[in-house]
Structure formats: C-alpha cells, structure tokens
C-alpha cells in the first residue's frame, strides 16, 4: 500500500492547482496513520516534500489514536516533521469509550494529551462526540470541562450518527443497542456553544472549535474552497473546477496503480455546482457567506 501511494503521490504532481502558492498543509488521516512507522511516514512526507512545493511554515497534521501516543511515537513524529495532532479522545467516560467499542481507556486519553504537551506538541485538536444513548447532560458537561481544564488549543465535536448498513444500525434494529436522541444531541450542542464560548473558545466552524490562533488550517482550506490533493483508497482531490475520488477496494486501488493507473472517477462542476458548494461550506463558518463572490463566480 505504502509503495503505491508513493507512486501515486508521483503521478499526481502533474495535478493542476487553482492556487499557484506552496502546499500550506499536509494532513495523514483517513484511517489511523498513528500505527505507521516512523520510517512509514518518513517515506510519505520525503515523496510529497520531493515532488511539491511545500511551504516552510506548513501545519503538518497526523491523527492518532490515544492508545498509539506514547513517548517513544511522539518523538518519532516530531522526528519526521509532524507539528500538529488530531487525537480521537471521543469521551473522557469509560461507559462511552466501551459503548463505542474504542480501544482507549479513560486514563489513556487523559494520560494522551499530557504526553503530547511533553513531548512539545502545543499544537493539538481532539475529537469529542456528543449525544451518545445514555450520555447525560452533566456527563456531557464533564467531559467538556475536561477539555477546559487541560486548556486544550483545538476541539472538534460531532453528534454521534448512525450510517445504514452498520453493526450500530444492526444493533440498534435488533434492540441490542439503544437509539440515538436527535432533542438530546441538539440541548448538548447548545451546551457546548456556551460553555466553550464563556471559556474563550471560537466556534469558527459547526463542529470545530478553537483558542485564538489554533485553527485548523487544513480544514479551514476545504471550507473557503482552496485546492487539495489526496492519495490513496478512497481520497479526494479538487482543484476549483473538478473534483476526482479515488476508489475504496484497497486491492484495485494497488493493482491499478501498479498498472500506472490512478483509479480514479471524476465530475467537473457546473457554475450552479460551484455556487451551490460555495453556499453550503461558508455557510458552516463564522464568516458566513460573501455575496459579491456569488455573484463573481
């Protein structure tokens, strides 16, 4: 798989970029890039570094799982070049972390963050999910008081969805599991505006929270509508006026890409589409939306 994103990360240099600036932001996730090795990622980011023009201040992210963090991996991070983690703490409550089937305990994601802060990475989000079957209000407050207290930089926060077709959709229907609360979830978003606010956080985004200048850039890039590129199965790439997506199938993506293929499907978007999309992702910021853009597109 490494070998193949290699080359794809090759074939694609050819990529054309609506933006002509170096790279701002190159992000491992996907998937739980936390278990590569150091010589995995290392190898990753020499092939991006050897065939773009990547900016001497760009936010290196890498997603990591807390049960992956430790002394030793947040070295070898730092080590090749990674400046900025995404931690999938999820919830600071056993019983949630076990419902979620998560590999975490408690104190792994609370011993996680003091890790990360040792080993000198300031710059750091962690992943929340909110209105979880059985998640009181209170509970949903510790956990966000948590976060305060460790004076963690950048919160990402979702509602806990269920997908058709998952076990949590099987579970659900065979009562083994209980439903969601859509009235719940909605109260403890509120709850988090407010508490997150009061303690100085921006709410920049919907889900994404943020103490002065702790961002996230790469993000923030999909949501004003810059160009990305995205390598392996499944990836996306948009450049302002196509967009591409890898397939899923890790074997065909291997096998194509051996064949010097890239498989990928492709749209290119018509005016209404660009507007449309524009609309639908400023829309999410607190920034809004920008009329005269609209009307210049």
């Given at each position: ?8 990360i ?87 972390l ?60 979702y ?72 390598f ?38 018509t ?21 005269n ?5």
């Amino acid at each position: 798989m490494l070998e193949a994103m290699g080359k794809e990360i090759e074939m694609k240099s050819t990529f054309p970029l609506k933006e002509k600036e170096p790279i701002e932001t190159v992000y491992f996730g996907g998937g739980t890039p936390s278990l590569l090795s150091e010589n995995d990622i290392q190898f990753l980011f020499a092939t991006i570094k050897e065939n773009y023009d990547l900016a001497k201040d760009a936010e290196i992210t890498l997603e990591a799982n807390p049960d992956d963090i430790s002394p030793e991996n947040l070295s070898s991070w730092k080590k090749v070049g990674i400046n900025r983690l995404s931690i999938g703490i999820q919830s600071f409550a056993e019983r949630d972390l076990l419902w979620m089937n998560r590999a975490h305990n408690s104190n792994q994601a609370l011993s996680s963050i003091d890790m990360a802060r040792k080993a000198g990475f300031d710059n750091f989000s962690v992943d929340l999910i909110f209105g979880t079957p059985g998640l009181s209000d209170e509970e949903w407050k510790s956990n966000l008081q948590k976060v305060i207290e460790l004076n963690v930089p950048h919160i990402s926060s979702y509602a806990l969805t269920v997908e058709p077709k998952t076990p949590l959709q099987k579970m659900i229907n065979l009562n083994k599991k209980e439903n969601v609360n859509s009235d719940l979830q909605a109260n403890q978003f509120i709850i988090e505006m407010q508490m997150l606010k009061k303690a100085g956080y921006e709410n920049y985004e919907i889900s994404n929270f943020a103490k002065p200048g702790f961002r996230s850039r790469h993000n923030s890039s999909y949501w004003q509508g810059k160009s990305y590129i995205g390598f392996g199965p499944s990836a996306h790439s948009f450049n302002g006026e196509k967009r591409i997506w890898n397939v899923a199938n890790n074997s065909e993506y291997i096998r194509s890409i051996q064949q010097n293929i890239i498989p990928a499907e492709e749209e290119i978007l018509t005016e209404s589409q660009k507007i449309n999309e524009y609309v639908m992702t400023s829309l999410r910021t607190i920034e809004g939306l920008n009329l005269n853009y609209i009307e210049n597109i």
